[in-house]
């Protein structure tokens, strides 16, 4: 058996065919049609997937959640100050009342503030003390 010696014409028909081969073979394939492209943000789409980004709409900042607190906390009847504590995920809220509250009115506001807070701030474990002052 001999060999045919390779010519011009014989590598360039190899080339031809293994292409068409090959691109026939990735036209049957099933094409997705659904794209999906990233945000308008200029980071590629990273605050799509890290809502702690700050150019992300849900970015909160401690300052930003204290000062919701406190507005919040305002709300809430005898209340005459607060001092607002936030470490991670836990808020602690320190309120302080008029001297002349039963236990029972304290009990109230302690835990009408701490329903109030929970509400506006679902991110946070709040725990809320009471002084009398």
């Known amino acids: 058996m001999s060999l045919r010696?390779?010519?011009?014409?014989?590598?360039?028909?190899?080339i031809l065919t293994v292409f068409l081969a090959t691109a026939s073979l990735t036209a049957c394939?099933?094409?997705?049609?659904?794209?999906?492209?990233?945000?308008?943000?200029g980071l590629l789409g990273i605050t799509d997937v890290n809502p702690n980004m700050p150019t992300s709409p849900t970015h909160h900042t401690y300052l930003?959640?204290?000062?919701?607190?406190?507005?919040?906390?305002?709300?809430v009847p005898h209340v005459?100050?607060?001092?607002?504590?936030?470490?991670?995920?836990?808020?602690?809220?320190?309120i302080d009342v008029p001297a002349n509250l039963t236990d029972q009115?304290?009990?109230v506001v302690e835990k009408e503030a701490r329903d109030k807070l929970s509400h506006a701030m679902p991110r946070y474990t709040v725990k809320v003390s009471v002084s009398r002052k």
């Open 5 to 14: 010696p390779l010519t011009r014409e014989r590598i360039v028909v190899s």
């Open 29 to 41: 394939q099933k094409q997705n049609t659904q794209v999906k492209s990233y945000s308008q943000d």
């Open 64 to 75: 930003a959640d204290t000062r919701l607190m406190k507005a919040t906390i305002n709300q």
């Open 80 to 94: 005459t100050g607060s001092t607002i504590s936030v470490n991670g995920d836990t808020a602690n809220v320190k």
């Open 105 to 107: 009115e304290v009990a």
